[in-house]
């Protein structure tokens, strides 16, 4: 999503700049000559500048696109050189990563975002658009969009502004933790689910139920429809999740089904479907080596 946008941004002929986490991956980069926007049958490459975390050069608008288990480290290496104001952009999956990069830079206003858009790397430094979708902005403290958010327009990046992102962002941390731990340990695509249908239902029960004793009853609303209609309408495509389990990378596990169960404890609230789930996920991770934090 980080190169996605960056490319979108400067395609508009807006002032772009990556960072890029190490010496290597700079290389890598300008070995490429820069980034390529693949977008249906339109192929575009683009001269965007990039550089390393410890550069001294000041921010004042940021994106932060990393998974959400980096994300509070990845923050930490560049809050040095964020401006007092300074706008930081917050498009992680799942729920906690936000609250903790907002605590390790109280000088900067962050920005809650919530994206349906698609997109993968054909190869290192060539991001193709794979589905046109819609990105909510919200900030936890004010209710009105900030005026740069019009640059957005010229390149092209459906969004909206939304008064309540929490509610967004509970939403789709629902949406997940019913689909993408079943896709795991069933080893399936999205369509897969459509012959655990009763499981399914029970998951989007329990998780309706928490949203509402977490006060997120706008997000709980017809969860189980709309889950339903995700699996259908993405039937022969692999969650997230299990992209990352079979090639061997970390998940967001905890971002995700963990902080629900995390919310359900801290509330007293029972929601044993759930628990189990993440168990089960917790023992799959486990005899693969990976982490399950």
Not at 147 to 165: D, G, R, V
Request: proline share 3%; hydrophobic share 40%; charged share 20%.
């Amino acid at each position: 999503m980080g190169t996605l946008w960056a490319a979108r941004l400067a395609r508009a002929g807006l002032p772009v700049t990556l960072i890029l986490r190490n010496r290597a991956r700079l290389q890598n980069f300008n070995d490429a000559y820069g980034l390529t926007l693949v977008e249906g049958e339109r192929t575009d490459p683009l001269t965007i500048t990039a550089q390393l975390p410890e550069t001294d050069e000041r921010i004042e608008r940021l994106l932060l696109t990393c998974k959400a288990y980096d994300a509070e480290q990845a923050i930490a290496q560049i809050a040095h050189r964020l401006h007092p104001g300074a706008t930081v952009i917050l498009l992680q999956n799942g729920l906690g990563s936000q609250q903790a990069v907002a605590a390790r830079v109280p000088q900067a206003h962050c920005i809650f975002a919530s994206s349906t858009e698609g997109a993968y790397r054909e190869r290192d430094w060539r991001v193709v658009f794979a589905g046109q979708g819609h990105t909510w902005l919200g900030d936890t403290c004010l209710n009105e969009a900030p005026i740069w958010l019009n640059e957005l327009q010229l390149s092209h990046i459906a969004h909206e502004w939304s008064p309540n992102i929490l509610s967004r962002l509970w939403r789709k941390l629902a949406l997940n933790c019913a689909i993408n731990p079943l896709t795991v340990l069933y080893d399936c695509t999205n369509g897969g689910l459509q012959a655990h249908r009763t499981e399914v239902d029970t998951l989007c029960s329990e998780l309706a139920a928490l949203l509402v004793r977490c006060d997120q009853a706008d997000a709980a609303e017809n969860l189980a429809d709309e889950v339903h209609r995700v699996i259908q309408a993405t039937s022969n495509n692999y969650s997230s999740m299990h992209q990352d389990v079979a090639q061997g990378r970390r998940t967001e596990i905890s971002y995700l089904l963990g902080y629900a169960c995390q919310a359900a404890r801290q509330r007293q609230f029972d929601v044993p479907h759930l628990h189990a789930l993440h168990q089960r996920l917790i023992d799959h991770l486990s005899q693969r080596g990976l982490p399950y934090d």
